[in-house]
């Protein structure tokens, strides 16, 4: 163990004394005992010495805090609920939402009513396997019956005998000897392959598929076709789509029957 100093030892009793209240004892201070009225008497002497003590100035910092009376606005404003802090983040994120928001109400992208557009890819994805891209179909070796080059519209002269055509397909858009369209006597007999019914496309595409083919890939214009063309489908759709759910609810095998649906040209 390290030896205390003596002088540490006294310096400690000192200060233990100093707290307890009374002086610093001398450095040959008498035992505790001895010390203790010496030291109630110092007392009360401190605490006068403490009064006696005149008040501190004011530093710079109390002076500053020292209360001030607001005026009404400053109090108003301060009384007021504040904004809180997360509407920063909020704002922050405002221009993103507009941006979405803008993205959101856009009107739809050119082609969303260009039958173009949507015939062609109704027909890329369910005719041109066996009608062939073109439409060329069996005069360049494809299993479906041509389409271009006047074929179609010499089949069909109203577009809405297309219709009922692609709607019922071989087996119920001929009549029971097999013969269909309006135009030009064609068989279904004609060729080996038979055409589904596609019966399950929308009658927007149905509508975009039959002016595509008769406009597009058979340079047919509006006017060949008044009452169903590429610019009735742009202006309302809809109604071009009312056309095709009119002739899909005719029966099967009557494709003559197509004459009594009102916007037929034979009407
Ligand atoms: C499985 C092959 C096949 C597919 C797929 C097919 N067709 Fe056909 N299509 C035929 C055949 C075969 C004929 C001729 C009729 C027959 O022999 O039954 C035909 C005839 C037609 C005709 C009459 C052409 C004429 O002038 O005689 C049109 C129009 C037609 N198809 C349109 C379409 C459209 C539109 C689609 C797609 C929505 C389609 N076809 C999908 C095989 C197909």
């Known amino acids: 163990m390290t030896e205390i100093p003596e002088h540490l030892l ?22 505790a005992a001895g010390d203790a009225p010496a030291a109630a008497a110092a007392a009360p002497a401190a605490v006068e010495k403490k009064k006696a003590a005149p008040a501190p100035l004011p530093t710079l910092d109390e002076a500053v805090a020292k209360p001030v009376v607001d005026i009404p606005v400053v109090a108003a404003a301060k009384a007021r609920k504040r904004v809180p802090y997360w509407a920063a983040t909020v704002l922050a994120l405002l ?11 856009q009107p739809p992208p050119a082609g969303e009513t260009d039958p173009f557009v949507i015939g062609k890819e109704v027909y890329t994805a369910n005719c041109a396997g066996c009608h062939l891209p073109s439409g060329a179909g069996s005069s360049a070796g494809g299993t479906g019956q041509q389409l271009n080059e006047g074929h179609a519209l010499e089949t069909f002269k109203d577009p809405l005998a297309q219709v009922y055509w692609e709607h ?83 029966k099967p095998n009557d494709p003559d029957s197509v004459s009594t649906v009102e916007g037929a040209e034979s009407n």
């Open 10 to 31: 006294k310096k400690a009793a000192a200060a233990r004394a100093a707290k307890a209240g009374g002086e610093a004892p001398a450095d040959d201070a008498a035992p």
């Open 95 to 105: 221009p993103l939402w507009g941006v979405i928001y803008v993205f959101s109400v």
């Open 168 to 250: 019922f397909g071989s087996e119920g858009g001929a009549r029971p000897d097999g013969t269909y369209g309006d135009g030009t006597p064609r068989n279904v007999n004609d060729l080996t392959a038979n055409m589904g019914a596609f019966d399950t496309l929308s009658p927007e595409e149905m509508a975009a598929v039959v002016i595509y083919i008769r406009e597009e890939m058979n340079d047919a214009t509006p006017e060949d076709d008044p009452n169903f063309n590429s610019e009735l489908f742009a202006a309302d759709p809809k109604a071009m789509a009312a056309l095709v759910e009119e002739v899909a609810a005719l």
